[in-house]
């Protein structure tokens, strides 16, 4: 997968947190950080699959993201 994923610790959800900022709402969590990573790479692909059937428009990864 080519897409900056975003990995932090949610004391709220006590789980890690993985998110794919390209890929609108597409996230996932786990017990660990390898967890995490692992589950959004998944769920990345479900993503990818569900946009394609239903004819939508694929972000291109554009690599390392700007924070201001």
Same mark, same amino acid.
């Given at each position: 997968?080519?897409?900056?994923? =975003?990995?932090?610790?949610?004391?709220?959800?006590?789980?890690? =947190?993985?998110?794919?900022?390209?890929?609108?709402?597409?996230?996932?969590?786990?017990?660990?950080?390898?967890?995490?990573?692992?589950?959004?790479?998944?769920?990345?692909?479900?993503? =990818?699959?569900?946009?394609?059937?239903?004819?939508?428009? =694929?972000?291109?990864?554009?690599?390392?993201?700007?924070?201001?």
């Amino acid at each position: 997968m080519k897409y900056e994923v =975003i990995l932090y610790w949610s004391a709220e959800d006590e789980a890690f =947190i993985a998110e794919v900022p390209e890929l609108p709402g597409c996230m996932a969590d786990g017990a660990t950080y390898q967890e995490a990573l692992v589950n959004v790479e998944q769920i990345a692909q479900e993503w =990818i699959e569900t946009a394609r059937e239903l004819g939508r428009e =694929i972000p291109v990864p554009k690599g390392k993201l700007v924070y201001a």
